[in-house]
């Protein structure tokens, strides 16, 4: 996230390409690791509707999922978010890079200059933004494959290749499980194209103030770190365990501060397979459901599952930025 320099036409182009490549290793490396954990919190926030909750937070919802599904069940649906965070991620830091440099022209700054905070606001913001658009299908798709097991049975997609059994609190009855090709062509199949992009508001109020929040809480932590060292120290400076804690710190703002978004996002793609309502019935909006929300729980049901996605945010968003400063810096 260095500042560009005024050189050749090629040199932005071979940025670009290094910021998608560091950002989608990030990312895939991180989702690994905080799958299980995104697999719980969305869990939670598709029973806050329910009249009967199946989990009683997030480590009966582990212990649950670890006992009838195993580790397979732990990471159901990971293909889709491994694809989705390097595309977050390349996505997010290219943007980020290029939205800083539209900053700097607009304003007549020197490109070697460093953005105030607020113009990193408004870059990450705007990165979160254009990220929002790619993620939609891909947390669609991912939502509803984390689902499956608590879905009622007639809600699944016939799969000649999958099979798994219900747990718990509904029974254990095998069923076929539908993969990710399935359930991407199944939305298809009955919404059309534009059915891939339920949820987008909230993907985009999350993103959109999630990329705001994000940057400038990693560049803010961060610089204050680098300047205890020196204070003619920049950006380019930061050692990795900087980069780390000032990510952990950004991971953690990110996510609460937007919880409530994601909440509404997850309970509206998750809504057809757990609550279904038939063709002919409305489709969830994003004010309705966050109406529904409210009514049935109040400000806790908008942060149902909160705790464990901030809390594995911050491990998450550390090795994030941890990698992608790191390979900056070698191969800057």
Not at 71 to 80: F, K, M, S, T, V
Not at 219 to 226: D, K, P, Q, T, Y
Not at 238 to 261: T, Y
Request: net charge positive; aromatic share 8%; charged share 20%.
């Amino acid at each position: 996230m260095e500042a560009a320099s005024d050189a050749l036409p090629w040199d932005g182009a071979a940025r670009a390409a290094k910021d998608i490549m560091f950002g989608s290793i990030a990312g895939m490396v991180s989702k690994v690791f905080e799958h299980p954990f995104d697999l719980t919190k969305v869990r939670l926030q598709s029973q806050v509707l329910d009249t009967t909750a199946r989990f009683n937070g997030p480590i009966d919802c582990l212990v649950k999922t670890w006992k009838n599904e195993g580790i397979r069940g732990l990471y159901r649906g990971l293909p889709a978010p491994i694809v989705g965070a390097m595309l977050e991620n390349a996505s997010l830091f290219m943007a980020y890079s290029e939205l800083q440099d539209v900053i700097r022209r607009v304003n007549s700054q020197p490109l070697t200059q460093d953005p105030s905070l607020p113009q990193l606001a408004l870059a990450g913001a705007g990165a979160g933004a254009i990220t929002s658009f790619l993620l939609t299908p891909v947390e669609l798709v991912k939502c509803k494959m984390q689902v499956q097991m608590i879905a009622p049975t007639a809600a699944s997609i016939p799969h000649p290749t999958a099979t798994a059994t219900l747990d718990s609190t509904l029974g254990s009855k095998p069923r076929p499980l539908p993969g990710p090709i399935a359930v991407l062509m199944s939305v298809i199949r009955t919404e059309g194209i534009r059915g891939l992009w339920l949820g987008q508001t909230g993907t985009l109020i999350r993103e959109c103030g999630g990329g705001a929040a994000w940057f400038t809480t990693k560049e803010f932590v961060g610089m204050r770190l680098i300047k205890r060292r020196g204070s003619e120290l920049t950006r380019k400076d930061i050692l990795p365990w900087e980069s780390a804690l000032s990510g952990a710190c950004a991971g953690g703002v990110f996510n609460f501060s937007m919880f409530p978004a994601d909440t509404v996002k997850s309970t509206m793609q998750t809504e057809e397979d757990l609550r279904p309502r038939g063709s002919s019935a409305p489709k969830p909006t994003f004010l309705g459901t966050a109406r529904a929300l409210y009514r049935a729980q109040g400000v806790k049901g908008l942060y149902a599952g909160c705790g464990i996605t901030v809390a594995r945010s911050i491990p998450s968003s550390a090795i994030i930025f941890l990698i992608y400063d790191g390979l900056s810096r070698k191969f800057a």
